[in-house]
């Protein structure tokens, strides 16, 4: 596949690969196309025997601000011209909430938790700002190192007013009361807070991410791959033993049942909340604030 929307690197004779989400002129979106285009060398990654690291990035300012909502990532997965060919499929020729329910259940859900379960081990190597969906692709990697700069938030609820993203590990990730909080202000953490609670594995200084996090993959690439996948599934299944599992189809479930309630009291204008139901329009929503515990 020539990739349009992502770059790939080979290093150290393929023993390391490195994806790079390269739109940064719409501050790497995830558009239908990127997904598509990542999943493909990702498998296409953890297919190569050679491989035993996969390092996934951003071009630009930042990792991800998330789901492409602009008007050309909705044209994409639109019914119009501009739509793109996995809208064919997969439940794309549906109607109403079936569609939505299996467009996302494939692109958004079940191609995360596919990724979260790839036979090779994932650093997600993050700067900037890490937003809504942007924490999705985090958070489905086996480790994470961060700029001193990062931000991490999932501003869904307050700005669309739905219960999460499709990929809902947030309560593993951040913690119950501290999810709850996040999703119900929008405000933000900073990658020292992240590293604290576990979520983030290292902190680099921003202009030593790229070079530290190669340094750190060739350190795990040392270990032999029977070992390093082994340690990975055995963890993933402690996980998954405690309900992770079953927890994310049940808010996947949620998520969808949010889009119906939009669409029922809009008459089927749009899936997510807007402006005259209380949210500000995402196009000029004042600044994320970072959270901070003697600050309501």
Not at 44 to 51: G, H, N
Not at 140 to 160: K, M, N, Q, W, Y
Not at 231 to 256: C, P
Request: charged share 25%.
């Amino acid at each position: 596949m020539d990739y349009r929307f992502i770059s790939t690197e080979r290093i150290d004779d393929g023993r390391i690969v490195r994806i790079l989400l390269d739109r940064p002129e719409t501050r790497n979106a995830q558009s239908r196309g990127l997904l598509i285009e990542l999943d493909h060398a990702l498998l296409a990654a953890e297919a190569d025997d050679e491989v035993r690291v996969i390092i996934l990035g951003g071009a630009g300012k930042m990792f991800s601000s998330g789901h492409d909502i602009s008007d050309a990532g909705r044209d994409e997965i639109g019914t119009g011209p501009g739509r793109h060919e996995s809208t064919m499929i997969n439940g794309g020729t549906r109607l109403g909430p079936e569609r939505r329910m299996l467009q996302e259940w494939h692109y958004f859900f079940h191609n995360n938790l596919r990724w979260r379960n790839l036979r090779k081990i994932t650093i997600a190597q993050l700067h900037g700002s890490v937003f809504s969906a942007g924490l999705m692709l985090a958070w489905a990697c086996d480790l994470i190192t961060a700029t001193e700069s990062t931000v991490f938030a999932d501003v869904v609820g307050t700005r669309l007013g739905m219960c999460g993203v499709e990929y809902f590990a947030h309560p593993w990730e951040f913690g119950l009361r501290r999810t709850k909080e996040l999703m119900l202000t929008g405000d933000s953490i900073g990658a020292e807070e992240a590293h604290r609670i576990g979520m983030v594995s290292k902190v680099f200084a921003d202009d030593e991410l790229q070079d530290k996090t190669l340094e750190f993959a060739r350190r795990i690439a040392e270990v032999p791959t029977m070992a390093a996948l082994l340690i990975k599934e055995s963890v993933n299944q402690a996980q998954d033993n405690t309900g992770f599992y079953n927890s994310l189809q049940a808010s996947f479930s949620m998520h969808q049942l949010n889009h119906a309630h939009w669409e029922a009291i809009t008459d089927g204008a749009v899936p997510v909340a807007t402006p005259e139901f209380g949210v500000p329009s995402w196009r000029d929503a004042p600044p994320i604030r970072q959270a901070k515990r003697d600050v309501p």
